[in-house]
């Protein structure tokens, strides 16, 4: 039995989604987009040109949810590895890009380099529960205008497993598909075994980005997943009440479904409700706020509500550091975001709310994820479980350590943990040095680093793909 956590009645749900499409017939979302405009004009929608706002009704909003396809996978290079949404599992994702890189070491930040970004890839690729990798870094070293063209490059070379960068714009998103592309064997190859999806956040409140909509546009016509992420924050760019922000997310996520299936029906979309809250001391946002569980579980229903894979900022943490208060933030927000069925958890790795990436934070995020799945995986009740012969067997006084029974359930019922975690005695304990969890992370990143060698990618494509970005120098650079 797969334990669930639900927040909301179905009334409420219902609520929500009700509340939503009022928002969004009466008061609508900026456009920044002349031609999705257009097509937005002609499926129906009510379109005011002069302010670029467009109000849907709740018809169009209906039918997009009813076209929208459900379920996608993404697929590393070779198709070895794959992250599957809308199938009951739980992906993660390391960072696709921060622009600050965190030494632990000397508890400071300093800006990534591309040297930093390769360790991040090979970290990625070793840890057992990253399904997905990202570049985890903006390193200064490569030129902004082809920096994402660049990573996507070297992720696709350095890792089987699918990727993610963010992407800058549709001039760069054409060039990063061009390089998928090549990986996957062609357009019609990419389209069905699609590598990527694109990730579009509104702008809050109520407004859908022009670098965004150019870059859907690609991937729309390429025939690839999206997912749309707005990342409301309560009592600064929502309403301060926790169901206000929530309907405003949900309008957000609608309205660009909607566009979505007006630009190609059928595409599949993921309901990526990440809103957080402003801390009011500090006017920050917060990614570790009990809040924060609260709207990440709700968000999970409403989307499942829809039938749609569910993306949710759980599983992070506010404080800069491995500490007390990370395992509190990431830990207690992660399990209320699985329990609610999140198909994927907040980006891994990442220091405070986007202070910074950390390669100690993500091999600790890492085991994280395995104590929850194994959460998730609940309690079989099956006759062999119960063991109501098996406790007669044994009966007052007696013990189960050397019964056939023990020896065929404990390895399937418990989960082992790796060695950073620690189950021993005090005295064992300080035999062993009396290290911290953080301190015996850090020593398998550095073995990680040391040891793990990343497969490479065929010589004669990881040319052609060299000859991509080349062409991106030559034509965004100048």
């Known amino acids: 039995m797969i334990p669930r956590y639900t927040i909301l009645s179905p009334d409420e749900v219902q609520c929500i989604h009700e509340a939503t499409l009022q928002v969004l017939q009466q008061v609508g979302v900026r456009v920044f987009h002349r031609g999705i405009l257009e097509r937005l004009a002609?499926?129906?929608a009510e379109v005011d040109r002069s302010s670029g706002v467009a109000r849907f009704g709740a018809q169009l909003v209906t039918e997009a949810l009813q076209q929208a396809s459900k379920q996608f996978i993404l697929y590393g290079r070779?198709?070895?590895?794959?992250?599957?949404?809308?199938y009951g599992d739980v992906v993660t994702l390391s960072s696709p890009g921060q622009y600050s890189w965190v030494d632990w070491h000397a508890r400071r930040r300093c800006s990534p380099t591309i040297q930093e970004t390769y360790q991040a890839i090979k970290v990625g690729d070793a840890l057992e529960h990253i399904t997905i990798v990202g570049a985890m870094t903006q390193p200064v070293d490569i030129p902004e205008p082809i920096r994402d063209i660049y990573l996507t490059a070297e992720l696709v070379k350095a890792t089987r497993k699918p990727t993610?960068?963010?992407?800058?714009n549709g001039a760069s998103a054409r060039y990063i598909l061009e390089i998928y592309r090549i990986v996957a064997g062609g357009s019609e190859a990419m389209r069905q075994r699609?590598?990527?999806?694109?990730?579009?956040?509104?702008?809050?409140p109520l407004q859908m980005p022009t670098t965004g909509l150019e870059i859907l546009l690609e991937f729309t016509q390429a025939g690839l997943p999206v997912s749309f992420g707005p990342m409301v924050q309560a009592s600064a760019t929502g309403p301060a009440t926790l169901a206000g922000t929530?309907?405003?997310?949900n309008a957000e996520i609608l309205a660009g479904l909607t566009i979505t299936q007006i630009l190609r029906p059928g595409t599949p979309v993921m309901y990526g409700g990440i809103p957080h809250i402003m801390d009011p001391r500090s006017a920050l946002i917060s990614f570790g706020s009990p809040e924060q569980a609260l709207m990440g579980a709700a968000m999970a229903q409403i989307g499942k509500h829809y039938g749609l894979p569910v993306y949710i900022n759980t599983g992070l943490g506010d404080s800069k550091l491995v500490d007390v208060q990370s395992g509190y933030d990431r830990g207690m927000t992660f399990l209320m975001g699985l329990l609610a069925g999140g198909d994927q958890l907040g980006h891994m790795g990442i220091a405070g709310a986007d202070q910074g990436a950390s390669?100690?934070?993500?091999?600790?995020?890492?085991?994280m994820f395995a104590y929850g799945k194994r959460i998730l995986r609940g309690m079989n009740?099956?006759?062999a479980q119960l063991a109501t012969e098996v406790i007669a067997e044994v009966g007052p006084g007696g013990n189960y350590l050397g019964l056939l029974h023990t020896a065929r359930h404990f390895r399937k019922e418990f989960w082992i943990p790796s060695q950073l975690w620690d189950r021993g005695s005090w005295d064992a304990w300080q035999e062993a040095g009396a290290t911290t969890m953080a301190e015996r992370a850090a020593v398998r990143l550095e073995e990680i680093l040391a040891r793990h060698e990343i497969e490479p990618l065929d010589e004669a494509m990881a040319r052609e793909i060299d000859e991509v970005v080349a062409a991106a120098k030559r034509d965004l650079l100048g």
């Open 42 to 44: 002609e499926a129906g």
């Open 78 to 86: 070779d198709g070895t590895r794959t992250a599957r949404f809308g």
């Open 164 to 168: 993610r960068v963010w992407i800058k």
């Open 194 to 204: 699609p590598p990527v999806e694109h990730f579009l956040e509104p702008i809050s």
């Open 246 to 249: 929530l309907v405003q997310e």
């Open 359 to 367: 390669l100690l934070q993500l091999v600790l995020d890492n085991e």
């Open 381 to 383: 009740l099956s006759p």
